[in-house]
């Protein structure tokens, strides 16, 4: 079956540009996460969805950073007059439901944007 | 606040012999643990978790890792190493309830880099 998918795989953008990464999560899973992993490091949480609620987004790094899923399906994260500091990967995941029930825990991840700003 | 360790940067295991990547936690409560790998450009994925029961977890590919409530350690192993076992190891843990914002975020370590060799 279809795994998470995002798009683009590479952006290059120029400090001071706008951009959007998309995320598709796999059909029918509730909960959607944002991750950043800069070279060298592991995955950093920045936001959460339960549907097309934004539970939490105490990982956002600054307010220039925002993320929507309106529809309770695909998200996307918006970066606003990026910054060099901001070139990572960012990697979104998806997993049936936020509860504690079995199964239902793991996060299956896409394969990330690589943002590089110049 | 939860955390994961993973003290070694890099593993090098000869082909057949067992491995070992070694990861630690801190987590309020009763831990999630999980471990993930990820091969060069591609996003991750999962290889096993611990949840409750058995202390000895079986997963993909022939991994399996052990949960050690006193030592706070969940170690990934494999009995007989593979070349294309040779990727990066994240150890990751979420904390049994979610946190206050409502968040089930995984914490990763800054990942394992393996290498098997021929």
């Known amino acids: 079956g279809a795994g998470v998918s995002q798009s683009p795989r590479y952006k290059v953008a120029k400090r001071g540009q706008d951009v959007a990464l998309r995320c598709d999560p796999i059909?029918?899973?509730?909960?959607l996460f944002w991750y950043q992993q800069a070279l060298g490091q592991g995955p950093e949480f920045l936001t959460y969805?339960?549907?097309?609620?934004?539970?939490?987004k105490s990982g956002l790094p600054s307010d220039r950073f925002f993320a929507e899923r309106p529809e309770g399906s695909v998200s996307t994260l918006k970066i606003q007059r990026t910054q060099q500091e901001d070139s990572a990967v960012y990697l979104c995941?998806?997993?049936?439901?936020?509860?504690?029930?079995?199964?239902?825990?793991?996060?299956?991840f896409g394969p990330g944007t690589r943002l590089l700003v110049l | 606040a939860q955390s994961v360790a993973q003290p070694e940067d890099q593993v090098n295991v000869a082909e057949g012999n067992p491995l070992t990547v070694k990861c630690t936690y801190s987590?309020?409560?009763?831990?999630?643990l999980f471990w993930y790998v990820q091969y060069p450009n591609r996003g991750l994925q999962f290889l096993l978790k611990y949840i409750t029961g058995d202390n000895l977890v079986k997963g993909s590919y022939g991994f399996e890792a052990e949960f050690n409530k006193s030592q706070t350690s969940f170690h990934l192993k494999k009995p007989s190493a593979l070349v294309s076992d040779s990727a990066l190891y994240f150890c990751a843990v979420r904390a049994t309830l979610p946190s206050g914002a409502g968040s089930y975020q995984l914490t990763f370590g800054k990942g394992t880099k393996l290498s098997v060799i021929p």
């Open positions: 987590v309020s409560g009763n831990p999630y």
């Open positions: 995941a998806s997993s049936l439901v936020g509860s504690s029930g079995r199964g239902q825990e793991t996060q299956y």
């Open positions: 969805f339960q549907n097309e609620a934004q539970l939490d």
């Open positions: 059909s029918g899973h509730v909960s």
